[in-house]
Nanobody, 124 residues
């Protein structure tokens, strides 16, 4: 059974940095496109970033481009999201998801497996 687990969330001041990790049990991360999404209270789930299986291609949402970096270490079965220059509007629950295909990495509906999410809070 595939289980996706995020970690690394927490409280950070605006302008600070935070690094999230995503790993899975019962699966091999290298077989999947991995995406990060976020959802703030009262808002729809938003695409943040995605990386292809070997990390050769990466995609970013417009609001995080230039500040966030997705990377993956397939040997460690882990994908990371480095978040810099955080803003209060970045506060949300961040989800990691795995996609067995490669059709539209920005679309949440394409992803097969989801983690429970990790909370990121940014104080102003």
């Amino acid at each position: 059974q595939v289980q996706v687990v995020e970690s690394g969330g927490g409280l950070v001041q605006a302008g600070g940095s935070l690094s999230l990790s995503c790993t899975c049990s019962g699966c091999t991360v290298s077989r999947y496109v991995v995406g990060w999404f976020r959802q703030a209270p009262g808002k729809e789930r938003e695409f943040v970033a995605a990386a292809t299986r070997n990390g050769g291609l990466t995609y970013y949402g417009g609001s995080v481009k230039g500040r966030f970096t997705i990377s993956r270490d397939n040997a460690k079965n882990t994908v990371y999201l480095q978040m810099n220059s955080l803003k209060p509007e970045d506060a949300a629950v961040y989800y990691c998801a795995l996609d067995g295909r490669f059709t539209n990495p920005r679309a949440a509906v394409e992803y097969d497996y989801w983690g429970q999410g990790t909370q990121v809070t940014v104080s102003s």
